[in-house]
């Protein structure tokens, strides 16, 4: 039996966008991000499905750790680094590598004896102002690491950009030059490029690229989709109308009756809401396929239901299809009428919508 509300990925479409990353970028290597449960796709499906990028990132330690034990061998960075040396001792055993942005890391490495323990991504913060070194502190930091011999060398450097998505904005210029400033004269390895700056910077590109979103098929820019630049969306969300009523004009719809029927009219009633992920802030006027038909969303989005208007597709009946985005229906466009990202409504899918992978039979 099918689901109420359930999600289908098309795995193949990750190794489509990670051949689009690897057109972009053809002389980097690739860092497919699946941090936050693979963005809410499935952390270790994704990294099956992205077997042939040359290594993962993740945010957290535990979320490299799974991987490990569910026998991921690529290299794995943990972008949040450690915070004390119980948790680097985890990090170690577990051959994690930790991106280094505190001076507490430093000091947790300077009192390590062994040798060649783990290689190390240093991060030099060039305007983002969230983790990593400011340019001023680097040439102290990077003395101090070449020093520790715990650290496999050489040490890997990298920054993040806050801006990549806004292609007239000056600051990713800004970051770039902050970046070569304090690291042009040093040979070793770096990785700047995120989606963004993969696909519409092409002076971001250096020895390695990490592409998130992009991998997923979804746009990093507000004003256009995946589609648009050659991706292809992994993750559609359906459910089915579980009910079908006439209203009259005048009958409101949904909690504090915030949507008015304006005439006579059929209302459907969806078997999803926000406690299934559907974004709480969907406007009215929302579209949603039902049949393959676009139709609007009506009244307040609630927990466990939506609802509909069918005046344009009178014969639809309980039990039909009905797709929340994918399928022809860009989670972009989504995303736009909730008043947020696809970030958060890929990621926000919750544990009982149930996750099928595209076959023949879908």
């Known amino acids: 039996m099918i689901p109420a509300a359930y999600a289908v990925l098309d795995l ?4 489509h966008n990670l051949a689009v990353a690897r057109r972009y970028a053809p002389q980097a290597k ?10 809410g796709h499935g952390a270790l499906r994704m990294a099956h499905a992205l077997q042939d990028a040359d290594a993962f990132a993740v945010a957290r330690v535990d979320e490299g750790v799974r991987l490990r034990k569910a026998g991921i061998q690529q290299r794995i960075i943990v972008l949040e680094g450690f915070t004390c040396a119980e ?3 985890e990090l170690l055993h577990h051959q994690l590598e930790p991106v280094v942005h505190t001076d507490l890391q430093v000091t947790i490495f300077e009192r390590r004896t062994q040798h060649n323990l783990c ?9 983002m102002n969230r983790l990593g070194f400011k340019p001023a502190e680097f040439a102290a930091i990077y003395q101090r690491l070449s020093r520790c011999t715990a650290i496999t060398h050489p040490i890997h450097l990298m920054t993040h950009l806050s801006s990549a998505d806004a292609q007239l904005d000056t600051t990713t210029p800004q970051q770039l030059q902050r970046f070569s400033h304090a690291v042009g004269h040093l040979p070793n390895p770096r990785s700047i490029a995120n989606s963004a700056g993969i696909l519409a910077w092409s002076s971001a590109l250096s020895d390695w690229v990490r592409p998130g979103i992009m991998l997923y098929g979804i746009s990093p820019f507000a004003e256009s ?3 648009q630049w050659g991706l292809s969306p992994i993750m559609s969300l359906h459910s089915r109308l579980i009910a079908v009523k006439p209203l009259a004009v005048g009958d409101k719809v949904g909690y504090a009756g915030t949507w008015v029927c304006p005439q006579a009219t059929t209302l459907g009633v969806v078997a999803i809401g926000y406690g299934d ?7 009215a006027g929302t579209p949603v396929l039902v049949n393959g038909q676009r139709v609007p969303l009506v009244g307040r989005v609630s927990m466990d239901m939506i609802t509909v208007d069918l005046a344009q597709l009178p014969t639809a009946k309980p039990g039909d299809p009905v797709t929340l985005w994918g399928d022809g229906l860009a989670v972009e466009e989504i995303a736009l009428c909730a008043d947020t ?3 958060t409504l890929v990621c926000g899918i919750t544990a009982r919508v149930q996750i099928m992978e595209k076959s023949g039979g879908l």
């Open 12 to 15: 193949a479409a990750a190794t």
């Open 225 to 227: 989709t995946g589609a």
């Open 30 to 39: 690739i860092m497919a991000v699946i941090k936050a449960n693979g963005y």
């Open 87 to 89: 948790e680097l001792d």
């Open 119 to 127: 290689p190390i991504w240093l991060k030099l913060d060039t305007g």
């Open 277 to 283: 992920g559907y974004p709480r802030y969907a406007k």
């Open 341 to 343: 990202i696809p970030y």
